[in-house]
């Protein structure tokens, strides 16, 4: 299993790739026999949460201390035994992610305190966090292992404390996802009417940017704009629910289900491709979002149209 894991740390030097094969080793042995409640064997879920975090091109100390971040509470390891064996810093990290876990209170008590350790988290050590919600995008990744009661708590706590804490954070790919994991859980059945909606009218949305995307090319690149990459993204399904709310649950009056996304190589060649795109298309009134000039709240900047 080592084997295939240490494929993905290209980026750390050989010095930390042999600190996070002793917590990989440490992993290993710790959860030696114990499952998931989907089955599959304990060791899978750490490194599925290290996985993420060597995605985001964390340290080092980050991605050890998420191999070793529930052997504290499921094996019989101190801390101390940590700081001997991988560091001060990452059995600190270690640590903290365990004291996040304990909370007391139920309903909206629980809220509350859950977000008030997660911000002392945040001011405290910022990897505490990312470990943190890394960890849950696995546990919702597989939550068909946990009864349905209990799926519905952690879909709502990922809902309201996890999500808008990836936003926050500026993590977008993350919040996405850890609401596309909670919606079917707890609207099953807008989720299902939605999908089925969206599975009627996104193929003719596309092969409608299928069709432009290579004008559009053509034009940027006899304006003088070379973007580093042109595609489309689909909109999320929880993100495209929340429109609808505000949109009489009309799906034709969201125009960007699916929408051409550019990236190009600074803030000048942005206002050059908005200039090249509105002389082709006219633009919509209302409907033109410059983020450069006015960021978002979280720090995002482009341009929407
Ligand atoms: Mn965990």
Same mark, same amino acid.
């Given at each position: 299993?080592?084997?295939?894991?240490?494929?993905?740390?290209?980026?750390?030097?050989?010095?930390?790739?042999?600190?996070?094969?002793?917590?990989?080793?440490?992993?290993?042995?710790?959860?030696?026999?114990?499952?998931?409640?989907?089955?599959?064997?304990?060791?899978?879920?750490?490194?599925?949460?290290?996985?993420?975090?060597?995605?985001?091109?964390?340290?080092?100390?980050?991605?050890?201390?998420?191999?070793?971040?529930?052997?504290?509470?499921?094996?019989?390891?101190?801390?101390?035994?940590?700081?001997?064996?991988?560091?001060?810093?990452?059995?600190?990290?270690?640590?903290?992610?365990?004291?996040?876990?304990?909370?007391?209170?139920?309903?909206?008590?629980?809220?509350?305190?859950?977000?008030?350790?997660?911000?002392?988290?945040?001011?405290?050590?910022?990897?505490?966090?990312?470990?943190?919600?890394?960890?849950?995008?696995?546990?919702?990744?597989?939550?068909?292992?946990?009864?349905?009661?209990?799926?519905?708590?952690?879909?709502?706590?990922?809902?309201? *404390?996890?999500? #808008?804490?990836? @936003?926050?954070?500026?993590? !977008? &790919?993350? =919040?996405?996802? %850890?609401?596309?994991?909670?919606?079917? *859980?707890?609207? #099953?059945?807008? @989720?299902?009417?939605?999908? !089925? &909606?969206? =599975?009627?009218? %996104?193929?003719?949305?596309?092969?409608?940017?299928?069709?432009?995307?290579?004008?559009?090319?053509?034009?940027? &690149?006899?304006?003088?704009?070379?973007?580093?990459?042109?595609?489309?993204?689909?909109?999320?399904?929880?993100?495209?629910?929340?429109?609808?709310?505000?949109?009489?649950?009309?799906?034709?009056?969201?125009?960007?289900?699916?929408?051409?996304?550019?990236?190009?190589?600074?803030?000048?060649?942005?206002?050059?491709?908005?200039?090249?795109?509105?002389?082709?298309?006219?633009?919509?009134?209302?409907?033109?979002?410059?983020?450069?000039?006015?960021?978002?709240?979280?720090?995002?900047?482009?341009?929407?149209?």
């Amino acid at each position: 299993m080592w084997e295939k894991f240490s494929k993905q740390l290209t980026h750390y030097t050989e010095a930390e790739r042999e600190r996070i094969r002793v917590a990989f080793d440490i992993a290993e042995h710790c959860h030696h026999g114990q499952t998931r409640g989907t089955g599959d064997p304990y060791i899978t879920h750490p490194v599925a949460v290290a996985r993420e975090l060597i995605s985001l091109k964390l340290d080092a100390s980050t991605i050890v201390a998420s191999l070793l971040h529930d052997v504290l509470e499921d094996c019989k390891i101190t801390k101390k035994d940590l700081e001997n064996k991988v560091g001060v810093e990452a059995a600190f990290l270690v640590e903290s992610v365990t004291k996040l876990d304990h909370v007391r209170y139920q309903g909206f008590e629980r809220k509350v305190e859950s977000t008030r350790k997660m911000f002392l988290a945040v001011a405290e050590d910022i990897r505490v966090v990312l470990i943190k919600l890394a960890d849950r995008m696995h546990n919702m990744q597989t939550i068909r292992g946990l009864t349905p009661e209990k799926q519905k708590r952690v879909a709502q706590e990922t809902l309201e *404390i996890y999500a #808008p804490l990836a @936003y926050r954070l500026g993590i !977008g &790919e993350w =919040k996405g996802e %850890l609401e596309d994991l909670s919606f079917p *859980i707890i609207y #099953p059945d807008e @989720y299902k009417w939605l999908t !089925g &909606e969206v =599975k009627n009218l %996104l193929p003719k949305r596309k092969k409608y940017l299928d069709k432009i995307l290579p004008v559009v090319m053509g034009h940027l &690149e006899s304006g003088g704009v070379y973007p580093v990459s042109i595609d489309f993204r689909t909109k999320r399904y929880y993100s495209l629910w929340r429109k609808l709310l505000r949109n009489n649950l009309d799906l034709e009056r969201i125009t960007d289900l699916a929408a051409l996304r550019i990236i190009v190589n600074s803030i000048e060649e942005c206002y050059q491709a908005l200039g090249i795109i509105h002389s082709l298309w006219r633009p919509l009134p209302g409907k033109i979002k410059d983020y450069i000039a006015m960021p978002k709240s979280n720090g995002y900047q482009s341009i929407h149209t």
